[in-house]
């Protein structure tokens, strides 16, 4: 079955600066990647997503890059804020809406 | 988007007890998931539950600890069986969303603690 790697577990960048989270993930037949959002307490939201037939996907400051080919995506965070502090999930799918999400990132943003 | 209720929000329970979470979605969706986040851990699909047959477990997740209803298209239930300290965990129901995109809808969640 499908596995999702994600890497790196914490990260810690100061306010301004870019933060990239990588996955990688083993079905070949997963078509959709999206990336959820979890601060404290809160409920995972999605953030961006990206299909199979797209390279990349850009929304303000958040980016995603796919690479079928080596099975993995990233996600791209420039600018960083105090409020994207959170634990960020990456996750793939091969369209049956069962979800396999990655191990998660906590991103913390010094102020 | 899908707005999804789910209660309790937490609760504390002692070994061996059974508690049902209760979701709600404010619009008709075909498939309803339930996942499992365990303290500082990802999120693990223990089931999907479709309205009108029996739900479909994850390997790990066996009717008889998590049973699950869903008598209708709003509603959906999952009890956690027999509970033990390992359940401790947050349960999150979550939808797919009504324009078929592929996005995730999730609840608050349910963090329950067993003693």
């Known amino acids: 079955g499908e596995n999702v790697e994600q890497h790196p577990s914490t990260l810690s960048v100061q306010e301004g600066d870019s933060a990239v989270i990588k996955c990688t993930y083993s079905d070949s037949a997963s078509n959709y990647f999206p990336w959820y959002k979890q601060e404290l307490g809160k409920r995972p939201q999605l953030i961006i997503d990206i299909r199979s037939n797209v390279g990349e996907k850009k929304d303000q400051r958040i980016a995603v890059t796919l690479n079928k080919t080596a099975k993995h995506f990233s996600l791209h965070i420039t600018e960083t804020q105090p409020e994207d502090s959170a634990v960020y999930f990456c996750a793939a799918t091969s369209g049956t809406y069962k979800y396999i999400f990655g191990t998660g990132t906590r991103l913390k943003v010094l102020a | 988007s899908a707005v999804i209720s789910q209660k309790p929000s937490r609760d504390i329970c002692q070994r061996g007890t059974s508690l049902t979470i209760q979701c709600q979605v404010d619009s008709q969706v075909t498939m309803m998931f339930w996942y499992r986040q365990q303290p500082g851990q990802s999120l693990t699909l223990i089931a999907t539950?479709?309205?009108?047959?029996?739900?479909?477990?994850e390997s790990g997740f066996v009717i008889d600890k998590f049973p699950i209803s869903r008598p209708n298209l709003t509603f959906s239930t999952l009890t956690v069986s027999n509970m033990s300290p390992e359940d401790s965990s947050i349960y999150l129901c979550?939808?797919?969303?009504?324009?078929?995109?592929?996005?995730?809808?999730f609840g608050e969640g349910s963090r329950l603690t067993v003693l």
């Open positions: 539950a479709n309205q009108g047959s029996e739900a479909t477990y």
């Open positions: 979550s939808v797919s969303g009504p324009t078929n995109t592929g996005e995730l809808f």
